[in-house]
């Protein structure tokens, strides 16, 4: 297939990231448009990848540490999330003023 397809569809779901990035006030949503950003990153390497060099393995490499990133930071995320609801009842993200003085 084309680059230029690729490449529009890694647009499309990172504009769909920010927008529920930016919109949402559920921190559920919030992660999942960061994971939606990160595969649009991943997305983007593999297609560059395989455009310019198909036989070297450098984006599918570099997808490889953005995966183990994500895995990562859902992890954290989703841990910071239950211990803010465990004590506030809520996953508002305007609720979220544990750090305040």
């Known amino acids: 297939m084309q680059l230029q397809y690729f ?3 890694a647009a499309a779901l990172f504009c769909i990231g ?3 990035l930016v919109t949402s006030r559920n921190a559920i ?3 999942m448009s960061i994971e939606l950003l990160l595969n649009s990153v991943n997305l983007n390497l593999m297609a ?3 455009s310019l060099d198909p036989s070297a393995v ?3 490499v570099f997808t490889v540490f953005v995966i183990a990133i994500a ?3 859902a992890a954290v ?3 910071i999330v239950l211990s803010i609801y ?3 009842d809520t996953v508002d993200m305007e609720q979220f003023n544990l750090l305040k003085w």
Do not use: P
Request: charged fraction near 20%.
């Open 86 to 88: 465990r004590n506030r």
């Open 18 to 20: 920010i927008y529920g």
């Open 77 to 79: 995320g989703l841990a």
């Open 58 to 60: 450098k984006g599918q």
């Open 71 to 73: 895995a990562a930071e």
């Open 29 to 31: 949503r919030v992660l």
């Open 48 to 50: 560059f990848s395989n």
């Open 7 to 9: 490449l529009l569809l």
